[in-house]
């Protein structure tokens, strides 16, 4: 994998935890993929934030790095997008989408990227989230048999 690649993966990593993603994970993909170095996953529990988190990634790579995208797809329904800079290739998806299609069990074989520390601290905030959605449901069922 080259520096350049670990300096993509690093601001995009980066930028996403600023927008608050959730479950920031990266893989070297390069023994195994020759189209790419390495895989950035990212999560949000909303379709706007999966857009905002996107957006600020785009724009942090090009400011800072001056790296644009060649390919950017999925944006249309925020879902997962995924954006492809050649070198580095940047997955965000919808909460739901990540549990569906579950990338890092994919990747689980290649080597993990240390990341910085703001998108370490994301992981298991997915889980954190649904946790809080179910129990905001559930008190507003409870609520709704009073």
């Known amino acids: 994998m080259t520096d350049r690649s670990h300096e993509l993966i690093n601001t995009a990593a980066q930028a996403a935890a600023d927008k608050l993603a959730h479950d920031i ?8 993929l020759s189209i790419t170095d390495a895989f950035l996953l990212a999560s949000a529990p909303n379709d706007r934030q999966v857009k905002a988190i996107v957006d600020e990634i785009e724009e942090r790579l090009s400011k800072d790095l001056g790296a644009k995208p060649v390919r950017r797809e999925g944006d249309r329904e925020a879902r997962w997008v995924l954006l492809d800079y050649v070198d580095i290739v ?11 299609y579950a990338l890092e069990r994919l990747w689980k074989d290649c080597p993990e990227l ?28 409870d609520g709704d048999w009073r």
């Open 25 to 32: 994970v990266a893989y070297d993909v390069s023994d195994v």
């Open 114 to 141: 240390d990341l910085p520390e703001e998108a370490k601290a994301t992981r298991g905030k997915a889980e954190e989230h649904a946790k809080l959605r179910a129990a905001e449901e559930a008190a507003e069922l």
């Open 90 to 100: 940047v997955h965000v998806q919808h909460s739901e989408e990540r549990v569906f």
